[in-house]
């Protein structure tokens, strides 16, 4: 069999008559001696052409941190040994971005490896014009042919592709047994390709792949055919290298409506009308300052009990620390998109105002409202159906459902975060442990008993005795809370504190509709798709796209005792102002309807709480009792918020 090569045979003899060699190649003889058959021309990759729209500006968008960069053992094209991670990182000064590509020396695929070498050419050439890139930048490129790619081969292959100031590495391996951990790690699938007598033919199946690798060993970027060019990867290789800004700190706070600032990110305010004009605030620079989170622990504000903290998970600042960053640290999803911090966002009540239920990774959806983390210190359960009573056992729910963060196993996060070097001695200086299921949870335990929020004016007028905290519409309002409405029945308020919430499961009547309704005859459903337009969607439309709701039980979930069926955790409604929308499935929308539903006396059905009875108001009554349920926001509402906005993403820089 004849196999035409083309980087071998022109390799020290000149880059012109190689990529010569690759415009012509484009009849390749088939492994019959006998037949011969014309193959026509394959089209060129766009990275050998110029790029056909503008590149995107560097800095002007972020690469997501796709994991660990692989390491292995490997040989330099002197024969000397050394390994991948030596050649990464914060290696020398400055540190340096890599590019890697694996290739074969062999390879006659036009699009395939030498269109990797092609490519890192013109970066090459990109380079010797730009001396200070150069020193930011190492381009390795790594052979997975170590029987026929030798090291004096990779020599011979690199020697006319070398440029002033620029480091260029040549590399192969000393055996197949050490290549294979390392196409592993890359996900780099290769196959020898053998003719009909069983004879390997020295070519590979495979597809290319281009890796850029950020200075932290953290993969930033994978490139395939069409998608490596020159141009976009000078662009990404920029972009890693912009000087990292600062957090804005607090006095800059000063300058902007601090009411929208630590609002929800898109300000919906009158969207129902055509003249609505968004007042986004996640469109400008968010910024924030890191609070002393632990004295909201050692002095709890007014109308809170002391916290109750675990006695094998004592308070400390380093704790809360590591929990803060585990908590807004994307990286700990499957695809590294997502946190806990997207489902129970800070400037939403710590829940999320815009979506009725939650919505997890790539957005699949999950049944329930998020719930607030406001003092979800003092929660003896967890959960709408109250399936935890503890922080630390709590957090693993989420980390491990398909539709949230959608990790396939305890043991793939713990490993996560053992190769994040990130964290590397975070655990140990916290626990004096490595981290572990236990210990992730503990901490992310530890940041979320800080959340506590009070001293609302009803605080400052009840057990503050400040006569003026409170308008007379909302002490009426407190009034009926206790009196008429019997609402502290559930949630409660003591002597010294008040949670507002009796830590027990009722049935209103809500999960009964939810689930009992006839789907089949229900009317057209009025949907809003843009300010002030509204259409009516008939029922049959909404299926033929939607996805079945599943069915939600409440707590005979839990317990399988049918007295349970639709029986839903208490709230608390300390800061219920901010965490709209209301129930356990998100179903009404502001504080005002919560009123009116419980003034209807809830929804009937057999185990509707006896605590819920219609309460006949007046819309004056109702208006009172809403108003005191808008006293209850705490006055460190916005100090918390701000410390979420300073703590890290998930982001490597």
């Given at each position: 069999m004849k196999t035409i090569v083309c980087w071998t045979l022109c390799g020290g003899k000149g880059l012109l008559k190689a990529y010569m060699f690759l415009l012509m190649?484009?009849?390749?003889?088939?492994?019959?001696?006998?037949?011969?058959?014309?193959?026509?021309p394959q089209p060129l990759a766009p990275g050998y052409s110029d790029l056909k729209f503008a590149a995107p500006i560097p800095g002007a968008y972020k690469l997501p941190a796709l994991g660990q960069a692989g390491d292995g053992n490997v040989l330099d094209s002197e024969g000397?040994?050394?390994?991948?991670?030596?050649?990464?990182?914060?290696?020398?000064?400055?540190?340096?971005?890599?590019?890697?590509?694996?290739?074969?020396?062999?390879?006659?695929?036009?699009?395939?490896?030498?269109?990797?070498?092609a490519v890192f050419h013109k970066i090459k050439n990109r380079l010797e014009k730009e001396p200070e890139l150069a020193s930011r930048l190492r381009l390795i490129t790594l052979s997975f042919n170590p029987e026929h790619d030798t090291?004096?081969?990779?020599?011979?292959?690199?020697?006319?592709?070398?440029?002033k100031g620029v480091e260029w590495h040549f590399l192969t391996t000393?055996?197949?047994?050490?290549?294979?951990?390392?196409?592993?790690?890359?996900?780099?699938?290769?196959?020898?390709?053998?003719?009909?007598?069983?004879?390997?033919?020295?070519?590979?199946?495979?597809?290319?792949?281009?890796?850029?690798?950020?200075?932290?060993?953290?993969?930033?970027?994978?490139?395939?055919?069409?998608?490596?060019h020159p141009d976009t990867l000078i662009s990404d290789i920029k972009t890693l290298l912009q000087p990292v800004k600062q957090?804005?700190?607090?006095?800059?706070?000063?300058?902007?409506?601090?009411?929208?600032?630590?609002?929800?990110?898109?300000?919906?305010?009158?969207?129902?009308?055509?003249?609505?004009?968004?007042?986004?605030?996640?469109?400008?620079?968010?910024?924030?300052?890191?609070?002393?989170?632990?004295l909201t622990i050692k002095r709890p504000p007014l109308g809170l009990p002391s916290v109750p903290v675990p006695e094998n998970n004592p308070i400390t600042t380093e704790k809360i620390n590591?929990?803060?960053k585990l908590f807004y640290d994307r990286r700990l999803s499957l695809n590294n998109t997502f946190s806990c911090a997207m489902c129970h966002i800070p400037e939403q009540g710590f829940t999320s105002n815009e979506m009725a239920t939650a919505v997890g990774v790539e957005g699949r959806t999950v049944r329930r409202n998020s719930p607030t983390l406001y003092n979800v210190a003092y929660m003896?359960?967890?959960?709408?159906?109250?399936?935890?009573?503890?922080?630390?056992?709590?957090?693993?729910?989420?980390?491990?459902?398909?539709?949230e963060m959608a990790n396939p196993s305890i043991g793939y996060v713990i490993d996560k975060i053992k190769s994040d070097t990130d964290y590397a001695g975070l655990f140990e200086k916290s626990f004096d442990k490595p981290p572990g299921m236990e210990i992730i949870g503990m901490a992310i335990a530890s940041y979320e008993r800080t959340l506590n929020s009070a001293n609302s004016p009803f605080d400052r007028w009840y057990y503050g005795k400040d006569s003026k905290a409170l308008t007379a519409k909302a002490q009426r309002g407190f009034q009926l809370f206790v009196g008429k409405a019997q609402c502290s029945q559930c949630h409660t308020i003591d002597k010294e504190y008040a949670l507002f919430t009796d830590n027990s499961l009722h049935n209103t009547g809500i999960g009964y509709a939810d689930a009992?309704?006839?789907?089949?005859?229900?009317?057209?459903?009025?949907?809003?798709?843009?300010?002030?337009?509204?259409?009516?969607?008939?029922?049959?439309?909404?299926?033929s796209v939607a996805e079945p709701k599943a069915n939600d039980l409440g707590r005979y979930e839990v317990t399988q005792n049918p007295q349970d069926r639709w029986r839903y955790k208490t709230p608390s409604l300390r800061n219920v102002q901010l965490t709209a929308p209301y129930m356990h499935n998100g179903s009404i929308a502001n504080l005002r309807e919560v009123v009116e539903f419980y003034n209807r006396g809830g929804i009937a059905n057999e185990n509707l709480d006896p605590l819920i009875k219609p309460l006949r108001f007046s819309d004056a009554e109702i208006d009172d009792l809403t108003t005191f349920l808008e006293s209850l926001t705490g006055d460190n509402t916005e100090e918390l918020v701000s410390d979420a906005f300073a703590a890290p993403v998930g982001d490597s820089e």
């Open positions: 190649a484009f009849a390749v003889p088939v492994a019959n001696a006998e037949i011969k058959q014309a193959v026509q000397r040994s050394t390994t991948l991670h030596k050649l990464m990182g914060d290696t020398g000064t400055p540190a340096k971005v890599v590019l890697l590509s694996f290739i074969y020396t062999t390879c006659s695929d036009v699009n395939g490896c030498p269109l990797a070498t090291p004096q081969r990779m020599k011979e292959y690199g020697a006319t592709l070398q440029g000393r055996s197949e047994k050490e290549l294979q951990p390392i196409l592993k790690n890359y996900k780099q699938n290769t196959e020898k390709v053998y003719d009909s007598r069983g004879k390997f033919t020295n070519t590979f199946s495979h597809n290319l792949r281009v890796f850029l690798i950020d200075p932290h060993k953290q993969l930033r970027n994978i490139y395939n055919t069409e998608l490596l957090p804005l700190t607090e006095p800059s706070l000063h300058d902007r409506d601090k009411a929208a600032l630590f609002s929800a990110g898109d300000n919906k305010q009158r969207y129902e009308t055509k003249n609505y004009q968004t007042h986004s605030v996640a469109l400008t620079q968010r910024s924030g300052r890191p609070a002393d989170l632990i590591l929990g803060r003896k359960s967890l959960f709408h159906d109250g399936r935890e009573n503890t922080l630390e056992q709590q957090v693993w729910a989420p980390f491990l459902a398909h539709n009992m309704a006839d789907k089949t005859t229900s009317p057209s459903r009025r949907v809003q798709v843009s300010p002030g337009v509204y259409v009516d969607v008939a029922p049959e439309i909404i299926n």
